[in-house]
Structures are given as structure tokens and as C-alpha cells.
């Protein structure tokens, strides 16, 4: 088999932040496409089969703009950017990358990273109700803040309303010490804390003192009409069927809706049916309602959490068909001693 060479132009000042800690990540690229990325100066030769040599350029010159674009590459980047290319994806890490929703507090730019969360954002913008499911990391509660930041900002909406089940998961409300309010902050942090970092705690605080944000559990949207208003329903597999009846009714004029949810994560009674489940099924066919489905390859998280959550994922399936083959053997062998 014949070699294919390409030469890659790669300015050393974007060569720490491209290659990785250690080349670790250009030898990540080498082990993936089976290729050679040999260093001359400013300029990068790879070496190896046709196909190989064409798909790992492609992933250079991805990070490559992502570097020259002020991004900080890493080890999801690359990952990312090797399993498109794997999967012969028309987009790419820069296309993604051009999707600008706000800065936080910090100056840093919050940005869908994967194709999944892209499709979410746009959803976002275009439907008046969106379920974002998906497994833990993929970004659904804090895109969702990050879009309901930007249109309070922007004065599409006069004010932001979070929200969350106050499910007690292993441990009683009633053990833990304080008033109402106390006992129910623990499940509001993740909301707070994305609050925080992308407005910054003193507009937090002034908005939430004029009336402007809300934070509070679903039990308070009760009795309630909500105009105008960007509201996030988090952890929504912890609701019931009547809780999420009684949100979905809540909305008024000029309010957009975003429920996100983890299917697999639920801490309702055992038996207990999600008002999630229930409002997908009933749900579908609404015109206006969109559904994104997150997988584990928009884990946005530290590699190790995509693994995990890939590993719980395969041994469910596995679980699922192996009751299903359970069942199917007991009916067939009902049939068998009915017809002796």
C-alpha cells in the first residue's frame, strides 16, 4: 500500500494549544487515523494511507481555527472532532463553533460543542415549548440558562423563572435543618450556580430582588399564569404527571418553555410513572414542541463521564434485552405446556 503525504502549515504559536499537553493530543489523532505527524518548523507532514492521512488533516486544520478563534482546545475537541470525521459528518467543530449564544461573566463565550447541543440551541430559538432529554453533562440546564440569560438581556422576555422538583433523594426534607426556603436551596443550586457565572452574583441578586428572576420548586408555579416570561423546568423526570400538566398550563403569552430532563436518573417511588414519560407520549404530535434527544456524545464533561455514562448506557440495553428474552421464553413455554 502506497503512502500519501500532506503538509499542514501550523503557526508555533497555536502549536501548544493544537497538539495538547505533551502531544498528547496530536498522539491521540496519530493512534486514531494510524498515521505519522512529523514536525518541520512551522509546517506538520503526515504520513500514511490515503484515506487515513485526508481524515486526520481534516481534524488538524478543525483545531487549528478553533485555535485561531481564541479557543482554549481540549481533549472533548479533539475526541469530538476525531468521531465526526469517523462518521463522515457534513459539519464540523467550526461550524459549531460559530454559534455565539453569550459571554459569561468572565468574558468566556458560551457555545454549543457538539451537534447535538447545536440542534438544541436551535430548537430553542425557533419552538415555544422544548424538551432537552439527555444524560448528565450534556449541557441541556445550562444552555437553556445561557439562551434565557440572552433573551432577558435582550429584552425578548421581562423576566426568567427556573424551577425544580423538590424530590427527595435518600434523605427526608424534614432531617435537614432550617426554615422551607433552606431545605429546598440544596436542589435549586445548579440553577444559582449557573446564574452566577454567566450574569455574575450582584446582577443576580438585583434582578431576584425586583421580581425579575425566580428561582423556587415546582410546587410554587401552582395557581399561577406566566406572561413574558423564559421559563426552565429542571430535572422534569422527577415530576408527576400532574405536576408536569399543571407547569405546561402555566404558560402564557410571549413565554417560551424549556423542560430538560434525564430519563435514566429518576428519583421518584418505585412505580411511580414521570411526568417527563407521560408528556413526551401526549405530547409528540403538538405543533410548536420540539424534542432533542442529548446522547453521551454531547457529554461536555471531563472524557472519563462520557465512558461512564456510555458503559451505564450499554449495560441498560443489555439489561432491557435481556428481559425481554426473559418474557419471551416464559410466554413460549406457556404456549408449549397449553399444548401438550
Not at 483545531?63 to 457534513?90: C, H, M, P
Not at 427527595?168 to 429546598?184: H, R, T, Y
Not at 465512558?307 to 426473559?326: G, P, T
Request: with cysteine; glycine share 6%.
Amino acid at each position: 500500500m502506497s503512502l500519501t503525504e500532506i503538509t499542514i502549515n501550523m503557526p508555533v504559536s497555536h502549536m501548544a494549544n493544537v497538539f495538547g499537553q505533551f502531544d498528547a493530543y496530536m498522539k491521540k489523532i496519530e493512534r486514531a487515523f494510524h498515521i505519522t505527524a512529523v514536525m518541520r518548523e512551522d509546517s506538520m507532514k503526515l504520513l500514511g494511507n490515503e484515506r487515513d492521512v485526508d481524515r486526520a488533516s481534516r481534524v488538524f486544520h478543525q483545531l487549528l481555527e478553533l485555535s485561531r478563534r481564541g479557543n482554549q482546545i481540549t481533549e472533548q475537541n479533539v475526541d469530538y472532532a476525531i468521531s465526526l470525521t469517523f462518521e463522515e459528518k457534513e459539519s464540523s467543530l467550526t461550524e459549531i463553533d460559530k454559534d455565539l449564544i453569550c459571554h459569561t461573566i468572565n468574558g468566556k463565550p458560551v457555545k454549543p460543542k457538539t451537534l447535538g447541543q447545536k440542534s438544541y440551541v436551535d430548537r430553542i430559538r425557533e419552538k415555544m415549548i422544548v424538551f432537552g432529554i439527555g444524560p448528565a453533562g450534556t449541557g441541556k440546564t445550562y444552555l437553556a440558562m445561557a439562551m434565557a440569560i440572552t433573551a432577558f438581556k435582550n429584552e425578548e422576555v421581562s423576566r426568567i423563572i427556573l424551577t425544580r422538583p423538590a424530590i427527595e433523594a435518600g434523605e427526608k426534607l424534614g432531617f435537614l435543618p432550617g426554615d422551607l426556603q433552606s431545605k429546598v436551596d440544596p436542589y435549586l443550586r445548579p440553577l444559582y450556580d449557573a446564574l452566577h457565572q454567566i450574569m455574575g452574583a450582584d446582577s443576580f441578586m438585583k434582578n431576584m430582588e425586583k421580581g425579575l428572576i425566580e428561582v423556587a420548586p415546582l410546587a410554587y408555579m401552582r395557581g399561577r399564569t406566566l406572561d413574558n416570561a423564559f421559563i426552565i423546568l429542571d430535572e422534569a423526570q422527577n415530576t408527576t404527571p400532574a405536576q408536569m400538566k399543571m407547569f405546561l398550563t402555566r404558560i402564557g403569552f410571549g413565554s417560551k418553555v424549556v423542560i430538560t430532563g434525564d430519563a435514566t436518573q429518576k428519583d421518584l417511588a418505585p412505580g411511580a410513572v414521570s411526568g417527563l414519560d407521560v408528556a413526551l407520549k401526549v405530547l409528540k404530535k403538538v405543533e410548536d414542541i420540539g424534542v432533542c434527544q442529548l446522547t453521551s456524545s454531547d457529554v461536555v464533561r471531563h472524557p472519563l463521564v462520557q465512558k461512564i455514562v456510555k458503559a451505564y448506557e450499554d449495560y441498560e440495553k443489555k439489561e432491557q434485552r435481556s428481559r425481554k428474552d426473559s418474557k419471551e421464553k416464559k410466554r413460549t413455554g406457556s404456549r408449549y405446556e397449553a399444548g401438550r
